[in-house]
């Protein structure tokens, strides 16, 4: 309850904001200058009192001896139209308090603490204005607790790893959390509440991740700079959105989008951005077939690239990436990545010559730049490079940052610290001013900027299939929609349907492939595997595949828990086409899908799920193709095999 009496510049003040439907509560408390917050929903506590504020570097640290001078309020109710995406429309309802604090000693510096309460979820920041003495600081350290029941479990990945996000998502609990982990962290309380707490709006600023402090209460831990520092900012500076995502069951937690929702609109006229499906001089590399560097098997070479522009037309997709064009891939390509050079081709590539190829079948060409992290290098051709692409029609670029670090200003930095986030942004804004929307790998992890720079139409930021062949479990793919992907969409490289492949044998069976077209979301949707598997041995598959959008007007997941398995179903922008995927781990299951989802009347369901033997290890060829008319009022059994999945097409006459 907020005490009134004679609260104004004093440091004792509680104060409940409550969300708009009254289920969720986040208190917010001043007591003896110390600002903490708790939450709860439906009186039940989630987050014990939690300590904020910073460390700063050559001054006290901002966060004690405060009291409050002024406090703010703001309601939202709205709807969000998103350019693409999971969902067309998006809710922006919460009530936002903003808390105008002040020291109680010199120097007397100023601090807002904004939060905003949704219906599902709590979300706040810092902002520190300019003021006398006081026009740039450096983050020591940033001070945010999450304070959880140490027995609460957590779905985490490590942080600080030479290979960045692309890890194993392990179970643990909070007790554990010693060492540091990313976000998104998913959560399960004692008292059965999902959380994944995370951030959004994320620039010039290192990225959180999360560990336990000397407390015992998880604390952010913000990627540091190669100084040891967290942040050099000047005044005015925000940070990014400190977020706790809430829901009553891991399926709830998938619809999550107040990421989004805690961006800026755009700015600028987006209606250029396309989301695009596309096959790519990739995949034949990885198999061994052909390579990256030049020389007997080169892939990208003019003639190769014509071939494969020919097979997109063929098939019916509309983009073709193309790898390895341009000189820099010779030799240990991730030690002489400063040699890369982002205008000059090899010998055996004519971009201009394939670009007008491509102009001319109208299929649109995605371009590559392996930075292997040399920023510097990178950064010195960046305007040329963009430049050389947009001259020759190429509205697409896939980026990639290979190496356990970044060389920036000539010093090794995290991929996540404040140079890196800055690097990332300055693309992103570069490309936007060219036309070119990005599919970033090795990227920083998604935040929804997406939201104000939609040119960004996807990321990798986690294990994707290129790590098949052993390194990956069906598993995977069923912690992915409750943890990374509630980062944004995901270029997980699907569609590889050459499972037995003795180099890289998938963990998968067939269906599944298809599934990962609706379970695993991209603005830039790569059919990964050859055209000829496509063409000459699966082409009733690739029907599915040739058919699912990369742009939905509604998303509602059915049925899942964490790493075991995941059911969903999206509507197509474009059309009243419903199309519906589900994987499962190691554990086969036979699911029952009610279709009350649906518009009245009849839809054509196209159905591609595993044949009774099917195994994704013993028979992952193992399918079933059936073709019912279904309505709302009905409903669909459907078997998984082990490491299985299903994939289902529902048209509408």
Not at 44 to 55: D, N
Not at 220 to 230: M, N, Q, R, V, Y
Not at 272 to 280: A, D, E, Q, R, S
Not at 450 to 474: C, D, K
Request: net charge negative; aromatic share 12%.
């Amino acid at each position: 309850m907020f005490k009134w009496a004679n609260w104004f510049g004093r440091n004792e003040v509680e104060k409940d904001i409550l969300s708009p439907n009254g289920q969720i509560k986040c208190h917010f408390m001043l007591k003896s200058g110390q600002i903490s917050y708790s939450v709860y929903k439906n009186d039940k506590l989630i987050i014990k009192p939690s300590f904020l504020g910073f460390l700063i570097c050559g001054e006290a640290p901002l966060g004690n001896n405060l009291k409050l001078i002024r406090e703010q309020k703001k309601k939202s109710d709205e709807i969000i139209e998103m350019p693409w995406g999971e969902d067309r429309f998006i809710k922006n309802n919460y009530t936002e308090t903003a808390f105008y604090l002040t020291e109680n000693k010199e120097p007397h510096r100023i601090i807002t603490l904004r939060f905003r309460v949704f219906d599902n979820g709590v979300a706040f920041r810092y902002e520190i204005p300019p003021q006398p003495k006081f026009q740039q600081i450096t983050i020591q350290d940033e001070l945010t607790e999450f304070n959880l029941d140490l027995n609460t479990i957590a779905w985490k990945i490590p942080a600080y790893q030479p290979d960045r996000y692309e890890y194993n998502y392990e179970k643990s609990i909070v007790y554990d959390l010693k060492n540091s982990v990313h976000t998104p962290l998913t959560l399960k309380t004692p008292n059965g509440f999902y959380l994944a707490i995370h951030e959004a709006a994320l620039y010039d600023y290192g990225s959180m991740t999360i560990k336990l402090n000397d407390r015992y209460a998880l604390k952010s831990d913000i990627t540091p700079l190669s100084d040891g520092t967290k942040a050099h900012v000047g005044l005015p500076f925000q940070t990014p959105w400190r977020l706790i995502m809430i829901a009553d069951s891991a399926i709830e937690l998938t619809t999550n989008r107040i990421m989004y929702a805690l961006n800026d609109a755009p700015t600028s006229d987006f209606s250029w951005v396309k989301t695009l499906k596309f096959i790519g001089i990739w995949w034949a590399m990885y198999v061994g077939e052909w390579t990256w560097a030049p020389g007997e098997r080169h892939g990208a070479t003019t003639e190769h690239a014509k071939e494969y522009i020919n097979a997109a037309v063929r098939l019916g997709i509309s983009g073709l990436l193309i790898e390895g064009w341009n000189e820099g891939w010779e030799g240990d390509w991730l030690e002489n990545g400063i040699n890369n050079k982002f205008t000059v081709a090899t010998p055996d590539f004519n971009l201009e010559e394939v670009a007008r190829y491509a102009d001319a079948h109208q299929i649109e060409l995605v371009g590559h730049h392996e930075t292997v992290g040399f920023i510097d290098n990178y950064e010195n051709q960046l305007e040329a490079a963009y430049n050389y692409y947009a001259a020759n029609h190429i509205h697409y670029i896939k980026t990639g940052y290979a190496g356990s670090t970044m060389l920036i200003n000539g010093r090794r930095e995290f991929h996540h610290s404040q140079l890196g986030v800055k690097h990332y942004q300055k693309t992103v804004e570069l490309a936007a001013k060219k036309h070119i929307c990005l599919d970033i790998h090795e990227p920083i992890k998604g935040t929804g900027i997406e939201r104000t720079w939609p040119n960004l139409l996807s990321r990798e930021g986690a294990r994707g299939q290129e790590y098949e062949g052993g390194a990956l479990s069906p598993s995977h793919a069923c912690y992915l929609p409750y943890t990374r992907l509630l980062a944004g969409g995901m270029d997980y490289t699907s569609g590889i349907l050459d499972l037995a492949n003795s180099v890289k044998r998938m963990a998968t069976t067939l269906s599944r492939q298809l599934a990962y077209f609706v379970t695993i979301y991209s603005g830039m949707q790569m059919a990964a595997d050859r055209p000829f598997i496509y063409e000459d041995r699966f082409p009733k598959e690739f029907d599915f595949i040739r058919q699912v959008p990369t742009n939905f007007a509604r998303t509602i997941p059915l049925a899942g828990e964490i790493g075991e398995y995941y059911v969903v179903a999206r509507k197509d922008r474009d059309s009243e086409d419903w199309f519906i995927g589900g994987v499962t781990d190691e554990t086969s299951r036979r699911i029952h899908i009610g279709l009350d989802f649906l518009d009245s009347g009849a839809y054509e369901a196209t159905i591609y799920a595993d044949s009774d033997n099917a195994h994704y290890r013993d028979e992952p060829f193992g399918i079933i193709h059936q073709n019912k008319h279904v309505g709302r009022n009905e409903s669909l059994d459907l078997y998984m095999a082990p490491g299985g999945g299903f994939a289902i097409r529902l048209k509408k006459p």
